[in-house]
């Protein structure tokens, strides 16, 4: 049974900091690459922050480039999302994702039809003003 469960998400003011983790099971983990996702009511789930296809780097949405950071544990198969800086646009759910890394990638970048992989359920983070 293929599980992402992601926990760390509440409510915090604008400016402050929240870290977001995703622990996986039933698969094995290094066969697939890892993302986070988000979405708010009405609006297309859009991508994070990704393992880029060309050189296995960390990518992230022009949105929150300098301010989240991915990290990875492979001891524990947790993927992590750490946020400083909240703004109140960064209210959404988020959800974390495995699928192979093409896939994740055009996920993340283009449109989640692009996307074979597993999701979370979500974990909500609210940015308050």
């Known amino acids: 049974e293929v599980q992402l469960v992601e926990s760390g998400g509440g409510l915090v003011q604008a400016g402050e900091s929240l870290t977001l983790s995703c622990r996986a099971s039933g698969f094995t983990f290094d066969d697939y690459a890892m993302a986070w996702f988000r979405q708010t009511p009405g609006k297309a789930r859009e991508g994070v922050s990704w393992v880029s296809s ?10 929150v480039k300098g301010r989240f950071t991915m990290s990875a544990d492979d001891a524990t198969n947790t ?24 896939n994740l990638e055009n996920s993340a ?4 039809r692009w996307f074979t992989g597993y999701w979370g359920k979500g974990t909500l983070v609210t940015v308050s003003s």
């Not at 060309?54 to 949105?63: K, Q, V």
Request: proline residues 3%.
């Open 109 to 112: 970048r283009y449109d989640t």
């Open 54 to 63: 060309r050189d296995s780097s960390i990518d992230y949405a022009d949105s």
């Open 79 to 102: 993927v992590y999302l750490q946020m400083n800086s909240l703004k109140p646009e960064d209210t959404a759910v988020y959800y974390c994702a495995a699928d192979h890394v093409l």
